[in-house]
C-alpha cells in the first residue's frame, strides 16, 4: 500500500498522535505525528484478531488456562477449565477487548506467547509497518509495546479486507458460547461510534494509563472507506467524527460508462460482439482522482458460441498500481457456432494468423 502523507490544515485533533486514511487508495488525508511511536493499548488486537482469523480452524475447541484467568485488565471473565471454541475467543475478543481471550488465542494458535509475539511482529516487517514492535497479544503496556498512527492505519486497512475480521469488528452485540460448561453470555462492543456515526464498520477501542485512550475507527459511505486513528486522545470520539466528516465531505466521485466496446469473434455468424452498456463509479480522496484509471481488459478474440449475459471482459479501476475495482463484464448478444467448413491447411493457417494478430483489446479513461 502506498502512503501519501498530507500535512495538517485547519482541522486538529486532542490526539498526541492521529491519521486519517483512505482505505482503498492508501492516501493519508490527515497526519499528526503519524510515524511517532506510541504505546497503542488494546488496538493491538486487530494484529492478534488477523493473524488467528488467518490461521483458520475457528471451530477448534480450547480449554481454559489458569494463566489465561489471570490476565489483568479487561476481560471476558473465563475461569481455568472452561471450554470455548477459538471462534467465540474472537468475539471475546474484539466486543468487550478481553486480555485474558487475547491470551488464550495466542496459546490455541501458537506453542507460546513468546511464539504468537515473535509471528506478530513477523507479520507487522510483511506490512511494511517499520515502527511496530509487539511484545504481547492483548496491549499491556511494555517499553517495547509500542506502534504509530500511521502504521495502525496501514494493519486496519489490511485487516479490513478480510470479510471474517470485517464482520467481526462491527458487530454492536453478539453471544459468546461457552462449549464447557454449556452457556451463552451476551457481549456489548465498545466502540460507542458503531450506534453513534453514520456508516461505521469498526474497529477497535483501547486503554491503558500509559496509553490513554487510543482508538482505530473505520466508516464507509457511497462505496469509499475511510480509516481514522488517535493514539491518546482525550476526546477521541469527537475528533474521530469530525476526522471522518472531514474526509468523506472532499471526496470526490469518478464515473465511466462502457458503451460502444466490441470484441472480435472466431467461428461465428458475426465478426463482433458487444459488451453490455455499463456504468461504473468510485468515490476517492480528492488528491486521488488524477491518478485513478479505468481501464477495460477483454481477450483478442473469443471463439463462437457466446451466450448473451456471458463474462467475457473485466472493468479495472486503479489507482497508481493498486487495483481498486474489479467489475465483470458481458456480452450483449449471443453467437452461435457456424458449422465446420473443410479448408485447406493454407486457409486454416490464414484464418488462425488473422486473429493471432490481434491485440489484447484496453480502454482507458
Not at 500500500?1 to 482541522?11: D, Y
Not at 499528526?32 to 488494546?42: I, K
Not at 477501542?205 to 496509553?211: F, I, L, N, S
Request: some cysteine; hydrophobic content about 45%.
Amino acid at each position: 500500500m502506498i502512503s501519501v502523507a498530507v500535512p495538517a490544515g485547519a482541522l486538529r485533533t486532542s490526539a498526541r498522535a492521529a491519521v486519517l486514511m483512505d482505505a482503498a487508495t492508501g492516501v493519508v488525508l490527515y497526519a499528526q505525528n503519524e510515524n511517532e511511536p506510541r504505546a497503542m493499548a488494546s488496538t493491538t488486537k486487530i494484529m492478534t484478531a488477523l493473524l488467528v482469523l488467518e490461521s483458520g480452524d475457528l471451530d477448534k475447541a480450547y480449554t481454559v488456562t489458569a494463566a489465561d484467568a489471570a490476565v489483568e485488565g479487561s476481560a471476558l471473565g473465563m475461569k481455568a477449565g472452561e471450554v470455548l471454541s477459538v471462534r467465540a475467543l474472537l468475539t471475546g475478543l474484539m466486543l468487550v477487548s478481553g486480555n485474558d481471550t487475547a491470551h488464550a488465542l495466542a496459546n490455541a494458535l501458537c506453542a507460546s506467547q513468546e511464539a504468537f509475539v515473535e509471528r506478530m511482529n513477523q507479520k507487522a516487517k510483511q506490512l511494511g509497518l517499520k515502527h511496530t514492535h509487539f511484545t504481547n497479544p492483548a496491549g499491556l503496556s511494555d517499553a517495547q509495546h509500542y506502534s504509530t498512527a500511521l502504521d495502525m492505519a496501514v494493519l486496519t486497512a489490511v485487516a479490513l479486507r478480510n470479510p471474517l475480521f470485517a464482520a467481526l469488528c462491527r458487530q454492536q452485540k453478539a453471544e459468546v458460547d461457552f462449549i464447557k460448561p454449556q452457556k451463552s453470555v451476551a457481549v456489548y462492543n465498545h466502540n460507542r461510534l458503531l450506534a453513534q456515526y453514520s456508516g461505521c464498520i469498526g474497529v477497535k477501542t483501547g486503554y491503558t494509563q500509559a496509553a490513554g485512550r487510543c482508538l482505530v475507527s473505520a466508516a464507509r459511505r457511497q462505496g469509499q472507506t475511510l480509516i481514522a486513528v488517535t493514539l491518546s486522545d482525550a476526546d477521541d470520539w469527537a475528533d474521530h467524527k469530525a476526522l471522518l466528516d472531514d474526509g468523506f465531505a472532499h471526496a470526490r466521485e469518478l464515473r465511466f460508462r462502457v458503451r460502444e466496446v466490441k470484441i472480435p469473434v472466431a467461428g461465428g455468424g458475426v465478426a463482433h460482439i458487444s459488451l453490455s452498456e455499463q456504468e461504473a463509479s468510485i468515490r476517492v480522496p480528492e488528491e486521488a482522482a488524477r491518478e485513478v484509471t479505468f481501464q477495460i481488459c477483454a481477450p483478442r478474440f473469443l471463439y463462437a458460441p457466446v451466450e448473451k449475459g456471458q463474462e467475457v471482459a473485466y472493468l479495472l479501476i486503479m489507482y497508481r498500481s493498486t487495483q481498486l475495482q474489479r467489475i465483470p463484464l458481458y456480452s450483449a448478444d449471443a453467437v452461435e457456432r457456424l458449422q465446420a467448413e473443410k479448408r485447406s491447411f493454407w486457409e486454416r493457417l490464414l484464418h488462425y494468423g488473422k486473429y493471432r494478430n490481434q491485440t489484447s483489446k484496453i480502454f482507458s479513461g
